[in-house]
């Protein structure tokens, strides 16, 4: 049998506290060595240390053999680089760094450490779409002519994410396509390997949650809103957070009386067109592969349900699939329907990921594998930074050139 690897986590929230559920579920594979998080409750029976900040742990000199990143986006780059420097391999949540400087920095860190960096890309490891990725390969519907990928955000996440949230303002991390769609730009990268991405651009903007569109009367809180005016609009704090409860797991204290205390404290409980907020509420992504095959990624906010889709158009038949199943309809023959067992969160991502980062970690893979790896994951930061910057610049971007 072999003994669990040893990690320290940093960052004890939402992710943070998934990947630490793996080692109680898989303890004869993962042990916990240390937790950092300033404000978490760490679990009472805990038995290693705790730290309240990332440096603190880092600069402890835990015996560990990997580090998992589960901090806020803008502190990924620094921690990763000094986990690097420490000798530890890195479980990376994305974004791998907040720019395309910041990602060539860790891969050089990288390099010069021989260590593995994975980042949290759980779809690829979703039972759901590694059986896609075989449909694809086995050619079935011909030459690929054409991709669309639809991103559905919700009206409700996108409040809460991209209003009143982390991914508020673009100018403290990524932005909402980074933040939301690497996870896409990462399979559309998984699918199109070994093609060439000739020309990107992108298309977006923030329509409806701006000060300008303040319903009248409107409050700067929920809680200080009329009530004529909560009841019309779709963003109310109260009914995104306290009559529905999908939302809730984001809240360390999701208990009725922990949430109406959250709406009346905190940035969740702020009107949507008061939180100076200017990431975009949707955008669109084109790319141009070798061989004229065309990719659209769509990234809607205002949606009813919260989505993934994927229609691949090709010469002899099309596949669709959806967070559920996968649909292959051959021009010639019958259309064939496949609905992958999923269990968990994230599809099943979120615990075959863990499994494959614990095996990756005792297999020790050599420097140059390690720097593989996370070339593939670097491709899709790239191709999203080059879309955002046709989002400012109004150009075309070379698919292969470096952002700025
Ligand atoms: N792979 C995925 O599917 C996926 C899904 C959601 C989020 N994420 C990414 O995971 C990361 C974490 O997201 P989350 O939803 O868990 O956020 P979160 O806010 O729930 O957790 C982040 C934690 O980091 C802690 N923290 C802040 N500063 C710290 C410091 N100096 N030292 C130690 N801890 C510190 C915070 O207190 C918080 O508990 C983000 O970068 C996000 O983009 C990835």
Redesign the pocket.
Same mark, same amino acid.
């Not at 589960?70 to 986006?73: F, G, N, R, S």
């Given at each position: 049998m072999n003994n669990p690897i040893k990690v320290l986590i %940093? =960052?004890? =929230?939402? !992710? $943070?506290r998934t990947y630490a559920a793996y080692a109680a579920d898989h303890a004869e594979d993962l042990e916990i060595a240390g937790l950092?998080?300033? /404000?978490?409750t760490f679990p009472a029976e805990a038995t290693y240390p705790t730290w #309240? !900040?990332?440096e603190d742990a880092l600069a402890s000199g835990a015996k560990a053999d990997a580090v998992i990143i589960? %901090? +806020?986006?803008h %502190?990924?780059y620094a921690a990763c680089l000094k986990a690097l420097q420490a000798g530890y391999h890195v479980l990376l949540? #994305? +974004?791998i760094g907040c720019n395309w400087k910041e990602c060539q920095e860790i891969r050089a860190a990288q390099v010069a450490s021989g260590k593995l960096v994975l980042t $949290?890309? /759980?779809l690829r490891y979703t039972p759901l779409f590694k059986r896609l990725h075989k449909v694809l390969e086995a050619g079935v519907i011909g030459k690929l002519t054409s991709v669309h990928v639809l991103v559905e955000v919700s009206y409700g996440k996108s409040a809460h994410a991209y209003c009143r949230g &982390?991914w508020s303002v673009e100018a403290n991390g990524t932005g909402m396509l980074v &933040?939301k769609c690497t *996870?896409d730009f990462d399979l559309i990268v998984w699918w199109m390997r070994g093609r060439i991405c000739e020309k990107v651009s992108s298309f977006g903007a923030l329509i409806e949650c701006r000060p300008e569109n303040k319903p009248e009367g409107a409050a700067d809180r929920c809680k200080d809103c009329p009530p004529h005016v909560r009841r019309k609009c779709p963003f109310d704090a109260y009914k995104l957070y306290y009559e529905h409860t999908d939302l809730r797991y *984001?809240f360390a204290d999701p208990s009725d009386a922990g949430i109406l205390k959250m709406i009346e404290t905190s940035p969740y409980g702020r009107c949507v067109y008061a939180c100076g907020n200017d990431s975009v509420d949707h955008q669109t992504v084109l790319m141009l592969y070798d061989g004229g095959l065309t990719v659209t990624l769509e990234m809607e906010s205002f949606s009813q349900r919260r989505a993934r889709t994927v229609h691949f158009y090709g010469t002899r038949g099309e596949i669709i699939a959806d967070d559920e199943k996968i649909v292959v309809i051959p021009f010639l023959g019958d259309a064939r329907r496949i609905e992958p067992e999923q269990h968990g969160h *994230?599809g099943g991502g979120d615990r075959e990921i863990m499994t494959s980062f614990v095996e990756l970690v005792r297999e020790n893979p050599s420097p140059e594998r390690c720097t593989a790896i996370l070339d593939e994951a670097l491709e899709s930061h790239r191709l999203a930074f080059l879309a955002e910057e046709s989002r400012y610049t109004g150009r075309t971007m070379d698919g292969r050139s470096d952002p700025d």
């Open positions: %940093l =960052g004890y =929230g939402i !992710r $943070g950092a998080d300033p /404000v978490a #309240k !900040r990332w589960a %901090l +806020p986006d %502190l990924h949540e #994305k +974004p $949290g890309y /759980v &982390n &933040n *996870h *984001h *994230h």
